[in-house]
Every structure is written in structure tokens, then in C-alpha cells.
């Protein structure tokens, strides 16, 4: 059974940054498609990026440049790095896996998905 485990949100002002953390356990990490979602209130879930199991990445366009995933598949980790954060980055972010989807557009495909940490950036 797939678990993941999101950390490291909190309260920022704008400019600042934050780092997130994902620890996956349940399944051969490594191998995995792993992404971040958000969802603000009252919007939809949104995409940020994902990393497949080659290392690859993407992002979406309102966070290119600022936010950075990796992973450390010897701790099983998945990690955010947001910089320059700003007020409309404050949502709910949540990390998900698949086994073979992998899309940075849509969240409906991923079967597991964290329980979410609270990211607020004030202004």
C-alpha cells in the first residue's frame, strides 16, 4: 500500500522560501512517476511539477524559475524548493504518485496521493 507523507509548510512573506518534503513508503520509490499538486481555496487543483523515474522534470509555467523538485530515492523523499514565493502560491500543496502516469496538466490519473501541508505567503 502506497503512503505518502507531506511536510515542511508554514507561513512565509512574499519573496521568501519554502521547502517540502514527501516521504513515500509502500512501493519501489524509484520507479514511480512523483508529482506536486495545489489547490487554493475555492480553485481547482492545480499542477506544479513532477520528476520521473529517469529524473526528468517538469513544471508548470507560474512556477518555472522559482520552484525546483528532487528526489532522494535512497530516502524514499520527494522534495519542493519554492523561492520568491508569492501571495498566489498560498494553497494547499500535496505530492502524488503513479506507476506510469505522469502529467504535470492533470490531476485525476495519480492513484496515491499525501494528505496535504498548508503553504500561506502574505503579502
Known amino acids: 500500500q502506497v503512503q505518502l507523507v507531506e511536510s515542511g509548510g508554514g507561513s512565509v512573506q512574499a519573496g521568501g522560501s519554502l521547502r517540502l518534503s514527501c516521504a513515500a513508503s509502500?512501493?519501489?520509490?524509484?520507479?514511480?512517476?512523483m508529482a506536486w499538486f495545489r489547490q487554493a481555496p475555492r480553485k481547482g487543483r492545480e499542477g506544479v511539477a513532477t520528476i520521473n523515474s529517469d529524473g526528468n522534470t517538469r513544471y508548470a509555467d507560474s512556477v518555472k524559475g522559482r520552484f525546483t523538485i528532487s528526489k532522494d530515492n535512497a530516502k524514499n523523499t520527494l522534495f519542493l524548493q519554492m523561492n520568491s514565493l508569492k501571495p498566489e502560491d498560498t494553497a494547499t500543496y500535496y505530492c502524488?504518485?503513479?506507476?506510469?502516469?505522469?502529467?504535470?496538466?492533470?490531476?485525476?490519473?495519480?492513484?496515491?496521493w499525501g494528505q496535504g501541508t498548508q503553504v500561506t505567503v502574505s503579502s
Open positions: 509502500g512501493y519501489t520509490y524509484s520507479t514511480y512517476c
Open positions: 502524488a504518485a503513479d506507476r506510469t502516469y505522469c502529467s504535470v496538466s492533470a490531476w485525476w490519473g495519480y492513484n496515491s
